[in-house]
């Protein structure tokens, strides 16, 4: 194991980071850097390095994002004293080994959802983060919607009791970038590559919404997986697709709530549609991630004639996150999201904290996505989930 560099740190000397992956969530994620400051107060850092595989494409990259170097080997950043965060945002399959050797390190880790392809893999990474946690060192995953206000504002109502008990939850996260059957194959169609298919990369999203808003524990699954094409085109012939394109799943909480959950890449039409309804006994909420600066709230407890959903503009300064940006009603996008995790990830790393969603919480969705597929090989039959496989931060 290589002695920590972080705890070596001037504390005068700005936080160096480096990304690791250019393309989708890079992008995303180098956005959030370049942006953070100027909204947010955070301590100080720098954009270091971006890492890539094509050297050309990635000092692009760089000199477009922000970044002041590129590299092309992850490892080269792991042995640099001047670097102190890591931000994985590359394929899953890569996630457990960079994650863990750049946590040994002494270097933070942020790294994008879901936590890894594999259980073990998952576990592996959790215990190397609760080491590093005892060093001072962070980690945290990225699920991103937990930082939509409007879903931020939704976890504090159901918090502060405003829906009373909560009785059930529908999550469905809709794509259809599958729905041509001719769409070519990418990683994202292999098991060995992503895993699994819709499962891992948006009921991922969708399952761990349903744990941050209810603030609850899974203790049964019920799960059905289909894959609709295949075949796709590769780039020698047609090849086998290995993962699911949609999925289903109903989840038992230890509250006795009822969530189900519904992810589709091939649902046409549908373009990144995450719809989230929680219904209680005192009053119920609607979330759609098309309208992501709205919040629907209807409060049961109001006599009956004046009932009806409202739609709260979650826009005030008063909300999660709006103090920092524009005068009230002057919406906010999608890519506001990562601004605000790169924003919570740094304040907790300069307050010693440790961040949420940490790997913990990561493994835990592991844990209920596996529990979808056992399910689903056994003709859709209720799995048990026991609160030993659910880590908390204090457990682990
Ligand atoms: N939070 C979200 O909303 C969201 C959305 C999309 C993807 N993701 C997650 O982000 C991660 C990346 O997905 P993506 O859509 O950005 O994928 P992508 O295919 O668009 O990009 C992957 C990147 O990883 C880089 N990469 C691959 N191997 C590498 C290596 N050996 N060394 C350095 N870089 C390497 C590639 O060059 C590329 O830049 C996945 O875990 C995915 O599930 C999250």
Redesign the pocket.
């Known amino acids: 194991m290589t002695t920590p560099t972080h705890s070596s740190r001037p504390s005068d000397r700005p936080l160096g980071v480096a990304a690791?992956?250019?393309?989708?969530?890079?992008?995303?994620h180098s956005n959030a850097w370049r942006n953070v400051a100027s909204f947010f107060d955070v301590p100080a850092f720098e954009q270091k390095v971006l890492?890539?595989?094509?050297a050309t494409?990635?000092a692009d990259?760089a000199a477009k994002y922000g970044w002041a170097e590129s590299a092309?080997?992850?490892r080269s950043i792991l042995e640099r004293d001047d670097i102190d965060i890591v931000d994985?945002?590359?394929?899953?399959w890569?996630?457990a080994e960079?994650a863990i050797a750049a946590l040994e390190a002494g270097k933070h880790v942020l790294?994008?959802?879901?936590l890894a392809n594999t259980i073990a893999e998952a576990e592996a990474m959790t215990v190397a983060a609760a080491a590093a946690r005892g060093k001072g060192v962070q980690s945290m995953i990225?699920?991103?919607?937990r930082r939509v206000p409007a879903l931020a504002l939704a976890k504090e109502l159901i918090a502060e009791g405003r829906l009373g008990t909560i009785r059930h939850i529908r999550a469905a996260y809709l794509q259809d970038w599958l729905a041509d059957a001719e769409s070519p194959m990418?990683?994202?169609l292999r098991k060995e590559t992503?895993g699994s298919g819709a499962l891992?990369?948006i009921a991922?999203?969708a399952i761990d919404q349903v744990l941050y808003l209810l603030g609850d524990a899974v203790t049964e699954v019920t799960g059905r997986l289909h894959t609709f094409v295949s075949s796709r085109p590769g780039p020698d012939g047609p090849e086998d697709v290995t993962v699911d394109d949609a999925a289903w799943a109903t989840l038992t909480l230890a509250s006795g709530a009822i969530a189900s959950v519904e992810v589709s890449r091939m649902a046409t039409g549908q373009k990144n549609s995450l719809k989230l309804e929680i219904y209680g006994d005192k009053g119920s909420l609607l979330f759609d991630l098309e309208a992501l600066n709205e919040l629907g709230f209807l409060d049961a407890t109001l006599p009956v004639r004046e009932q009806g959903f409202r739609r709260i503009l979650v826009n005030e300064p008063e909300h999660p996150y709006l103090e920092a940006w524009w005068p009230q009603g002057h919406i906010i996008g999608w890519e506001h999201?990562?601004t605000h995790q790169i924003r919570d990830f740094l304040t907790s790393i300069s307050a010693g904290e440790a961040p949420s969603p940490s790997f913990e919480e990561g493994l835990n969705v592991q844990h209920i996505l596996a529990a979808v597929e056992e399910s689903a090989a056994a003709k859709s039959s209720l799995i048990q989930l026991n609160a030993t496989t659910q880590t908390s931060i204090e457990g682990a």
């Open positions: 690791i992956g250019y393309a989708f969530m890079g992008k995303a890492v890539g595989r094509d494409q990635v990259a092309t080997d992850w994985i945002c590359a394929p899953g890569m996630h960079i790294v994008e959802k879901p990225g699920f991103n919607y990418t990683w994202r992503a891992g990369d991922s999203h999201t990562f």
